[in-house]
């Protein structure tokens, strides 16, 4: 279980996370929505101390994580598996070695650098590139690889850290619908299988609904909204984004939402 208590964080003059009391129990698939600013990559970033908490508290397990420092610090991160936007992967380097990364913390900064994995780290990782439907590109360089592809690669490296929470800071708004779904649809049978915490910001109301048990709605630094998908009627959600609702509501923008493709023309013939 992941408890705050009034977690807050001011920049300078920003407030940019106003003191947030909730409790996020082990196993759910947690989504946060809102407008840009609102708020939600500082509350996900103080989750695993990229952004230090300006005041209130943290525990995880009864734990003050909050508190921690050095070796516990850099252990909890570990445990606290984060996926971003931009995958964050090193595209000169194969998606196996990309994917053993993620077993730094437990190997030691230098023999992972120097590529010196044990046969069982290799194994572990392409069975998490395997659940991923990713082990046959196992040795190609990852730079050649799709958006969708790597961000899959991306969650088979948070994996192998074996975390004990998932992070994903708008892990699909880069990727087109098809590839969109794939990712969410990958985060939720991880969440579902090993029964591992989610929490994942979203752009697109209808990916909250869809895949989360639960969501949380921000607006200007606070917690406006807490409840499931059903609760989140199409009155609340326009609440929750003001001036940007329509943008939100359309599901043009990053959404998983499949539409029917219009039926392909056969290409018009050049006749000479
Ligand atoms: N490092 C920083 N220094 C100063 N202000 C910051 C910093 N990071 C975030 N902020 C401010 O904090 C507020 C919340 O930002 P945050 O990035 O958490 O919003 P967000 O909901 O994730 O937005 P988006 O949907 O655009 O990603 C904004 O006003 C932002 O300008
Ligand atoms: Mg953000």
């Known amino acids: ?34 407008r840009s600013g609102a ?40 445990e606290c598996a984060m996926v971003f936007q931009q995958f964050n992967l090193v595209g000169r380097l194969n998606v196996l070695t990309n994917v053993m990364s993620g077993r730094l913390f437990h190997h030691g900064f230098a023999s992972s650098m120097m590529g010196i994995f044990t046969a069982k780290e290799r194994a572990f990782a392409i069975r998490a590139l395997d659940r991923l439907g990713m082990a046959h590109v196992a040795l190609q360089q990852t730079d050649t690889l799709s958006g969708g592809q790597m961000q899959r690669v991306a ?10 929470i998932m992070l994903a800071d708008e892990p699909i708004a880069s990727l087109d619908p098809l590839n969109a779904k794939v990712v969410m649809d990958a985060l939720r049978a991880i969440n ?21 048990d639960r969501i949380i709605g921000m607006q200007d630094g606070v917690i406006v909204f807490d ?8 009155r609340a959600a326009r609440e929750i984004y003001g001036a ?29």
Not at 227 to 234: Q, S, V
Request: hydrophobic fraction near 35%; include cysteine; charge should be positive.
């Open 1 to 34: 279980m992941l408890e705050f208590k009034g977690l807050t964080k001011q920049f300078n003059s920003t407030v940019a996370v106003k003191p947030a009391t909730f409790t996020i129990p082990d196993g759910q698939m947690v989504g946060i929505i809102g």
């Open 39 to 78: 708020g939600k990559s500082t509350l996900l970033r103080m989750i695993n101390r990229l952004n230090e908490p300006s005041g209130g508290q943290m525990l995880f397990q009864g734990r003050d994580i909050t508190a921690l420092k050095g070796r516990e610090l850099r252990q909890w991160r570990n």
């Open 155 to 164: 969650i088979a490296r948070a994996l192998v850290q074996e975390p004990r």
């Open 192 to 212: 579902r299988e090993d029964g591992l915490t989610v929490i994942c910001n979203l752009h697109t109301l209808d990916t909250a609904r869809q895949y989360c």
């Open 227 to 234: 409840g499931t998908p059903k609760d989140l009627t199409d």
């Open 244 to 272: 940007e609702a329509e943008e939100a509501f359309s599901e043009a923008m990053t959404s998983t939402a499949l539409r029917p493709q219009p039926v392909a023309q056969p290409e018009a013939r050049v006749v000479n």
